[in-house]
């Protein structure tokens, strides 16, 4: 059955149901199994201390910056959505968001996320996202993965040509990207060693347990008599397979008493991810979706199709800081949260919001210059708006990334992963 969103949008429907092609790197030794440690056998001899993980959380569907976070200060934002703005803080009226900066504000959907950003290693960047003009979910989404639209036929992702043109963190790593999915996000396509896994703690051969050994030897002998890129494609994969299998996921205890709600995808995906990142076996980048965000109708603001979703994400990103923060040994990493582009800001006739243009961007992690929101805002006012219709984009996310890249994880080769683009910097790092 469609979901709501698709039903509402066509293009949404369309998009939602394709699949990519599996993406794997180089081949690998299989590694051994053990239990749950900090740092599994095969990283025993090795620990970055300079490159964090990356996780690219993408909000599928076209997330409303202008509820992440809300520009209380701006009296077309209340008169434009009637209905749908949360209201000002010391408004006296139930839902008022909490004031950031005097400007903007954050909603009581996202209030779990108030002590990583006091901590400071919570950044928004509103007025953020990319200049593709379509208000198309495909163009919108392929420009942000792919990285750039003056090919139209380039398939590699962003990430993907990251990891194919930076030596790997870890020489011995078996796993370097892994898209959380059953395939693989374009965003990742052609980095060497990523392929997609659905379930971190479940990867592997399904059948019986007690001939799982010998198919697992006969695929690797059958595999390993022919060429490229089968051979490639089967070694790392089951190399993967070992590897996962070596580290326990359903005993792992997060640190820092924090609690991830383990029946919901995200929050279940990040607490495998936190289990996977301090195993340090070399995993540079992790892609994880989030669907339902196209809100045509009872978009909500404290309460609805939006809210129950941003509570969600709060939550899990929560407790990802918390378990991530409690040690200072704790690996390196920083949390990308992107869409494809923002919502209208009008409000429509169905209580809901059309899709608009520029977005707000969020960047969590101990590098991060955060504790602010990051913009350079445009103003509400219809002669500020793109179209005449949208929050306009004064921040390219490729700006934001490139900084990331690198500076935390160690590529300067810029022009590859983004290509015909020259980034400025944008202070999003302490």
């Excluded at 709501?4 to 030794?29: D, H, I, N, V, W």
């Excluded at 898209?179 to 980095?191: C, I, P, Y």
């Excluded at 580290?247 to 924090?258: D, E, H, L």
């Amino acid at each position: 059955m469609d979901t709501p969103q698709a039903q509402c949008c066509p293009e949404y429907a369309q998009l939602s149901r394709r699949g990519f092609m599996k993406a794997t790197g180089t081949a690998a030794a299989v590694v051994a199994a053990s239990s749950w440690l900090p740092r599994v056998a095969v990283a025993n001899s090795f620990r970055s201390t300079q490159r964090d993980t990356i996780i690219w959380i993408y909000l599928r569907g076209a997330a409303d910056g202008l509820s992440i976070c809300v520009p209380h200060a701006e009296d077309r934002y209340y008169i434009n959505r009637p209905n749908l703005a949360v209201p000002r803080p010391g408004s006296g009226l139930a839902g008022a968001c909490t004031d950031l900066d005097g400007f903007f504000g954050l909603p009581p959907v996202l209030s779990a996320l108030r002590p990583a950003y006091t901590a400071g290693d919570l950044l928004f960047v509103q007025a953020c996202g990319s200049p593709d003009p379509t208000r198309s979910h495909f163009e919108g989404q392929r420009f942000m993965e792919v990285g750039t639209s003056v090919d139209p036929f380039m398939i590699t992702g962003w990430l993907g040509r990251h990891l194919a043109t930076v030596a790997p963190s870890n020489p011995n790593a078996v796993l370097r990207g892994v898209g959380l999915g059953t395939g693989l996000q374009q965003s990742l396509v052609g980095g060497f060693g990523t392929i997609p896994v659905p379930d971190l703690d479940t990867f592997g051969l399904l059948g019986s347990s007690g001939t799982r050994t010998a198919r697992t030897a006969a695929l690797s002998e059958m595999y390993s008599s022919v060429g490229d890129p089968l051979q490639t494609t089967a070694s790392t994969t089951l190399a993967t397979i070992s590897l996962l299998d070596s580290i326990n996921f359903a005993t792992y205890q997060p640190a820092g008493g924090a609690q991830y709600t383990a029946t919901e995808k995200l929050g279940y995906a990040l607490k495998t991810s936190a289990a996977l990142i301090k195993a340090q076996v070399g995993v540079e980048a992790i892609a994880i979706d989030v669907d339902g965000w196209d809100t045509h109708s009872a978009q909500g603001n404290n309460t609805g199709t939006m809210a129950v979703l941003l509570t969600r994400v709060a939550a899990a990103l929560s407790a990802f800081h918390t378990d991530m923060s409690a040690s200072s040994s704790s690996p390196g990493y920083i949390v990308a949260v992107v869409s494809e582009f923002g919502r209208r800001l009008a409000e429509n006739g169905s209580q809901g919001t059309d899709h608009g243009h520029g977005n707000c961007m969020m960047l969590m992690g101990q590098a991060i210059n955060g504790g602010r929101v990051l913009t350079r805002w445009p103003g509400l006012d219809e002669a500020n708006l793109y179209q005449g219709l949208d929050l306009e984009v004064t921040i390219d996310y490729r700006d934001v990334l490139s900084e990331v890249i690198d500076r935390r994880l160690g590529n300067t080769n810029l022009a590859t992963v983004f290509p015909d683009y020259t980034p400025s910097y944008k202070g999003v790092l302490s």
